[in-house]
T-cell receptor
Framework: KAGVTQTPRYLIKTRGQQVTLSCSPI?????VSWYQQTPGQGLQFLFE???????NKGNFPGRFSGRQFSNSRSEMNVSTLELGDSALYLC??????????????FGPGTRLTVL | AQSVTQLGSHVSVSEGALVLLRCNYS??????LFWYVQYPNQGLQLLLK??????LVKGINGFEAEFKKSETSFHLTKPSAHMRDAAEYFC???????????FGKGTKLSVKP
């Protein structure tokens, strides 16, 4: 079974631009979560999508948004990029049932650099 | 509110020595706890998880962790370190029924030959 895939793996943008990152979950997984990882703040939860609906959201500004498609693939978008948005963005998928004990499977991440 | 504290941002051990990585949690409800490992330029891989079935949890690569409610701890151990264990380790707690993980700051493990 293929794992979680994220594209692109690396991205360089300039301040003020916007960016879209893509995540394909493991087949059969309907929940997709996004996390931001930086050296200073560590791993922080962005949002979770389940059945095309945002089910949970972290404490990030409205410049960060996401969506999920009917095939469970997810995208996240960051508008008006700032230098502080430079980070590794990780996507994780999990089984369709709700429940706190379900393991989240992580993709390799997209490394975003904002110049 | 739930939170996780990992004591020690860097831990260095010799090959063959015991590995002990500390994690303390705060949770108002019975927690689900996880340990993940991250190798350079990679995503996170689950080592083990605690879901209240057993207090001693065995994971992959020879790692195990013991849930101690009285100490609110979930420390990760491995009897004998290998060079390939050098990585960053994250302890995480699940935020109730909503599924997202709250991570500790991570502990970078170095293994000396």
């Amino acid at each position: 079974k293929a794992g979680v895939t994220q594209t692109p793996r690396y991205l360089i943008k300039t301040r003020g631009q916007q960016v879209t990152l893509s995540c394909s979950p493991i087949s059969g997984h309907r929940s997709v979560s996004w996390y931001q990882q930086t050296p200073g703040q560590g791993l922080q939860f962005l949002f979770e999508y389940f059945s095309e609906t945002q089910r949970n959201k972290g404490n990030f500004p409205g410049r960060f948004s996401g969506r999920q498609f009917s095939n469970s693939r997810s995208e996240m978008n960051v508008s008006t990029l700032e230098l502080g948005d430079s980070a590794l963005y990780l996507c994780a998928s999990s089984l369709p049932s709700s429940g706190s004990n379900h393991e989240q499977f992580f993709g390799p991440g997209t490394r975003l650099t904002v110049l | 509110a739930q939170s996780v504290t990992q004591l020690g941002s860097h831990v260095s051990v010799s090959e063959g020595a015991l590995v002990l990585l500390r994690c303390n949690y705060s949770s108002s409800v019975p927690p689900y706890l996880f340990w993940y490992v991250q190798y350079p330029n990679q995503g996170l891989q689950l080592l083990l998880k605690y879901t209240s079935a057993a207090t001693l949890v065995k994971g992959i690569n020879g790692f195990e962790a013991e849930f101690k409610k009285s100490e609110t701890s979930f420390h990760l151990t491995k009897p004998s370190a290998h060079m390939r264990d050098a990585a960053e380790y994250f302890c995480a707690v699940n935020r109730g029924s909503q599924g997202n993980l709250i991570f500790g700051k991570g502990t970078k493990l170095s293994v000396k030959p």
